[in-house]
């Protein structure tokens, strides 16, 4: 079954830089545009970053344009997130999703917390 796995969160603070990760299974990862996405706490979930199949077309929020950076690599089914520049109005809870025939996939999410 589709599988999305996020792992690197953790609390880091002002200024600081976080990569995280997402591990793909259970589906072909290489024809899919993937995107993340956060929550914070009392707040709905917003769309962060997305990429096209190939890695070639990167799109941003306005929030994080300049310092997140989405990438893939396809020939280990992951999808990153580089976190630069963290603020805490970054703290979320983090998640990668696949769209797969009309259908959204969602990890379990990573939890980011940016603090002094």
């Known amino acids: 079954q589709v599988q999305l796995v996020e792992s690197g969160g953790g609390l880091v603070q002002p200024g600081g830089s976080l990569r995280l990760s997402c591990a793909a299974s259970?589906?072909?990862?290489?024809?899919?545009?993937m995107s993340w996405y956060r929550q914070a706490p009392g707040k709905e979930r917003e769309w962060v970053a997305a990429?096209?199949?190939?890695?070639?077309?990167?799109m941003y929020a306005d929030s994080v344009k300049g310092r997140f950076t989405i990438s893939r690599d396809n020939g280990l089914n992951t999808l990153y997130l580089q976190m630069n520049s963290l603020k805490p109005e970054d703290t979320a809870v983090y998640y990668c999703?696949?769209?797969?025939?009309?259908?959204?996939?969602w990890g379990q999410g990573t939890q980011v917390t940016v603090s002094s």
């Open positions: 999703k696949v769209v797969l025939r009309g259908t959204n996939y």
């Open positions: 990429i096209s199949s190939s890695g070639t077309t990167t």
């Open positions: 259970g589906f072909a990862f290489s024809p899919y545009g």
